[in-house]
């Protein structure tokens, strides 16, 4: 893996110098409209796990670049499943990347929001109860919540029988949160996709070969292909993080 490696630009350019912080995030830059960023790292041969979590494909480089793009979103999307499966605890950022964001008019942390579809959500966990902003779970009308999460989040239902992604994020863009990042999983990421609601997707490609067995970074009804267009390679030894927009 990448290791303590710097990150330089290879295309457009390219660029000889390793790129700071500053450089980086306008790489990554806000948008002026409602905005969905898809995050995610898979292997050369598409895996998005190793034994069983993203973290085991991740690096320091690509570390540097999820933290920094959490730190320039608005809120942070992401489905219960990885939720429970990655671990997640609070959203929080140091003093430094708090000052950034105050200076850009933002709050200091970003809002975490969870989708699920069945409320299969343990209140106690640290993500909610150490949570600096009060999460947001995203989910349907009829979904029972477990005793205890109304007191540690605000539920915001949209949909039936399915969660209502998009009637979700535009109630998220009513509420301020205009620039949203998703960070998985497979499932949330295909849905979105199928609601023709994801705007761009960050790719680190981690240089090793998985073998057969781990799932792709999206999953769920098959949809129809979609344009990208390529805005730059990074690399940092033989890693790569690649950017895609509409």
């Known amino acids: ?125 640290a993500a909610f109860t150490d949570a600096p902003v009060r999460p947001v779970v995203l989910t349907r009308e009829r979904a029972d919540a477990p005793a205890g999460l109304a007191d540690v989040a605000d539920l915001l239902r949209r949909g039936g029988e399915q969660v209502d992604l998009a009637a979700g994020l535009a109630e998220l863009h009513r509420r301020g949160h205009r620039q949203l990042l998703c960070e998985g999983g497979p499932h949330l990421f295909g849905s979105l996709t199928a609601a023709d609601l994801v705007d761009e997707v960050c790719l680190t490609v981690a240089p090793m070969l998985t073998g057969p067995g781990a799932g792709r970074i999206t999953a769920g009804e098959t949809t129809r292909p979609r344009g990208m267009a390529l805005r730059h390679v990074l690399a940092a030894a033989d890693e790569l993080l690649l950017r895609y927009t509409r």
């Open 1 to 125: 893996m990448s290791g303590n490696v710097g990150i330089t630009r290879v295309w457009p350019g390219p660029a000889t110098a390793t790129l700071d912080d500053s450089a980086l995030i306008d790489l990554y830059p806000r948008t002026d409209r409602p905005h969905l960023r898809m995050n995610f790292v898979a292997s050369i041969d598409g895996a998005v796990e190793l034994d069983g979590h993203s973290a085991g494909l991740s690096s320091r480089p690509d570390k540097r670049v999820f933290g920094l793009l959490r730190m320039v979103c608005d809120a942070l999307l992401v489905g219960a499943g990885t939720l429970r499966n990655e671990g997640y605890r609070a959203v929080r950022l140091d003093e430094r990347r708090r000052a950034w964001r105050r200076e850009h008019g933002l709050a200091d942390y970003p809002t975490l929001v969870v989708v699920s579809r069945a409320l299969n959500l343990d209140p106690t966990s």
